[in-house]
C-alpha cells in the first residue's frame, strides 16, 4: 500500500493566470513523487450549496435557467455560491438560497453530503441539504438581480422523464433525483 | 411559462484570458434579456467519461490517487478525459481508461449517464458507464506517465464506509455508488 508521499505533487512554481469574482486560475509547475515535473492547470472557487426541497405534496422544487457555458436552459436544484464568510457555515448559504430562488423558508435542513465537482482540474465543493417542511415566505429576498429563474415542482416521474429528456442535465440534479428514489425505495422496504 | 428569448444570455463580447491543455478560460460580456449587461467567467473543457467496473465478485474497482486541486488522495471510479478525436465516440475512451488504470478490459460497456459537473462556470461534461464481464489483461495499455494510481476493490459496505470517511469525495464516485445500491434495491424488489 502506497503512503501519502508516494503519491504528493509538491508545487514547484504557481502562476497567478485570472482572479475573478467566481473562480480564481493558476498554473503550477509540480515535482512529481516518481521524479520528472508536471503542470497542472487549477481552479479555485470558494464552493457552493444545493438544495433539495421536497413539497408536502412530495414534488421536488426545480429553477429552470439560462447557463452561459451550456449555451442552453436546464432545470436544477436551487443552489448558490458561498459568500466569503459563510465558509463556516454552509447550511446559512443554503437557508439564504432556498429563500432567494423559490421563496420558500425551512426551519428542516438536513445535511446530505459533501462532494467535488471536478477534482481534475478544480477545488469546488458542493454541500447538499434537504429541505422539508417548507412555509411559503410572504416577502421572500429578493433573487440575484442578474438571473432569471423560473420554478416548477416536480413529481419523481416527471423528473426522472426530465432527465431523459436532457432537460435536467447537471451532476447535483441527477444526484438528487437518485437520492430521492433510494430514499423512497429503502422506506418501502422498510414499511414491508 | 417562459420561453427561450426570456433567458437568453448574449455574448457582447468575450475575452480570451488563458488557453491550457485541459481548460480553457474565457470572461464574456453578456446583454442580459431583462436588459443590462453582466460579466460571466467560463471554463471550457473537452468533457470526459467515468467507469463503474464491477467484478464477478460484485465488488466495484476504484482508484487512489492524488489530486492537486484539492491537495489530497482520494479514491475515484476510474476516470479520464476525451482525446479531441474522440468526442464522438465517448465509449471508447472509456475502454481505453478502463484498460489504462485497472488493468481490466470489457466487451460490456453500458451507458448510463451523462452530465454536465458545474454548469454555473463550465461546460465540461462527464459521460458515465457500467463496466461488467471485466477480463484481465495480459499486457495492458500503459498508465499515463505522470499519474501515481493505486487500485481496489471495495463492497458496497466498503464503498459507502469511504463516503462517510471522505476519501470518496467527488460527484461521479457517489453518484457510482448510489447509482449501484439504487440498482441492486431494484433487482431486490423485482425478484421479490
Redesign the interface.
Known sequence: ??E?K????KTIERKE??K????D?Y??D?A???G?T????????HG?VGIIPITKENKMIMV???????EK??M?IP?G?IDPGEGQHPEKTAMRELEEETGYRTEKLTYI????????????K?YIYAATDLVKVENPRPQDD?E?L?LYELTMEEAKQA?QDGLI????T??AV??W??LQ??NK?ANS
Chains 1, 2 share one sequence.
Open positions: 500500500m502506497l501519502y508516494d503519491f504528493e505533487e493566470l485570472f475573478g469574482k467566481i473562480i486560475v498554473l503550477d509540480v512529481l513523487p516518481m520528472g508536471a503542470k497542472r492547470e487549477l481552479v479555485f472557487h457552493g429552470k435557467q439560462f447557463r452561459k457555458p451550456l436552459v436546464v436544477e443552489a455560491k453530503n459533501e462532494m467535488y465537482l471536478s477534482p481534475g482540474f478544480s477545488n469546488e458542493l442578474d432569471v423560473e432527465i442535465c447537471d451532476a447535483k441527477i444526484f437518485n437520492y428514489e433510494l425505495l429503502k422496504q
